[in-house]
């Protein structure tokens, strides 16, 4: 949970640690969506599919993973979460007329990732 998040919630007189809690799930939340999102992409780049080419639409990957999580994801969900893919800080997806195919292998995403968090911590 963010700093701001977390100020915001203790700073009011009726906050509870059920809201602390539900912040928390719902960043917990993304976080899965994304992990599976990734690991779909990842699945369909493996694919031998020479019309896909690897690439899948928003709409598909709320098909595909609507049994994954619980409550299911939104297809806004699915879309925030693979602009937050697509972003070139991050580099797991590409985007091709409004679909996605995986741009960089989860394993170098990780270690992407990690260096991100590792340059911005504070000393």
């Not at 539900?22 to 694919?47: F, G, N, P, V």
């Not at 741009?103 to 990690?114: E, F, I, K, M, Q």
């Amino acid at each position: 949970i963010s700093i701001i998040d977390l100020r915001d919630a203790l700073a009011r007189v009726d906050s509870c640690k059920e809201e602390i809690f539900e912040r928390y799930q719902t960043l917990e939340r993304q976080s899965s969506l994304i992990a599976k999102i990734l690991e779909l992409a990842y699945q369909e780049a493996k694919d031998d599919d020479p019309i896909e080419s690897g690439f899948v639409s928003p709409e598909n990957i709320t098909y595909a993973l609507r049994k994954e999580l619980s409550p299911r994801p939104s297809i806004d969900e699915i879309r925030h979460s693979l602009i937050f893919l697509a972003n070139p800080l991050v580099g797991a997806v590409e985007e091709s007329k409004g679909r996605y195919k995986l741009a960089d292998s989860p394993h170098n995403v990780s270690l992407r990732l990690h260096g991100l968090g590792v340059s911005l911590a504070l000393e």
